[in-house]
């Protein structure tokens, strides 16, 4: 699909890169997968990365002239809304705050509540229907008892919802965690190592990476190298 050609570029950029459209063809036909091999080759091949290095930085510019005050104007009328949103953000955060400890105290109270009242329900349920299937439906006292005690069990079970229903708003359950103690970190260091190799694999290239140029690090080796560019 495309027939390996580059997608279409829009009608400016095509413009800006027009002084250079000879040596973007050429350049793309000396990328043959052959490399350079001659003197002559390469003073040809860096004449071309000259101007390709060339277009892209009269690309650039434009591109940055034509996006900078659009970028510019989006910075300063975010900035207007910056400070209001941001007093919203302490609002919010503080009133959730100084509701916290009573809000969770009550939601524990109603959930262990409706918890009590249903499991309470659960058992005058199970009762009320040992009692239908005993009853003989010759005794009206025991037909009615049996359907006295559900009408009494289902009106539990709606008390138990209702209860659930009015929890506070606004709360939930967060997964938290802490390290068990002083050697909580080590002993964590030592489950990764075992169970998340991929993990350790991750954090180690990073941080070598990170730190090869200042630091001595053990198991790796550092040495210069030149290339092109």
Request: glycine content about 2%; charged content about 35%; hydrophobic content about 45%.
């Amino acid at each position: 699909m495309g027939h390996n050609n580059p997608p279409e570029e829009p009608a400016r950029s095509a413009a800006i890169l027009a002084p250079f459209n000879a040596y973007l063809d050429e350049a793309a036909n000396w990328l043959d997968g052959i490399p350079v091999e001659t003197e002559d080759q390469l003073e040809a091949v860096d004449l071309l990365l000259a101007n390709v290095k060339a277009a892209e930085k009269a690309l650039l510019q434009a591109r940055d002239a034509a996006t900078k005050p659009l970028h510019d104007a989006w910075k300063a009328e975010l900035a207007q809304w910056k400070a209001a949103a941001d007093d919203l953000e302490r609002l919010k955060k503080g009133l959730a705050r100084i509701a916290n400890d009573f809000k969770v105290k009550l939601a524990d109270l109603r959930e262990a509540e409706a918890r009590r009242i249903r499991a309470e329900a659960e058992k005058s349920i199970q009762a009320a229907k040992a009692l239908a299937r005993d009853a003989d439906p010759a005794d009206i006292y025991a037909m009615r008892t049996a359907d006295a005690a559900r009408r009494e069990a289902e009106e539990a079970m709606r008390a138990a919802r209702h209860i659930e229903k009015t929890r506070p708003k606004g709360i939930r359950t967060v997964r938290k965690w802490a390290y068990i103690d002083a050697e909580g970190r080590r002993s964590a260091l030592h489950w990764i190592a075992r169970h998340d190799r991929d993990a350790m694999t991750e954090f180690i290239d990073s941080y070598v990476a990170r730190s090869f140029r200042n630091k001595d690090i053990d198991g790796v080796k550092v040495w210069d190298e030149r290339e092109a560019y």
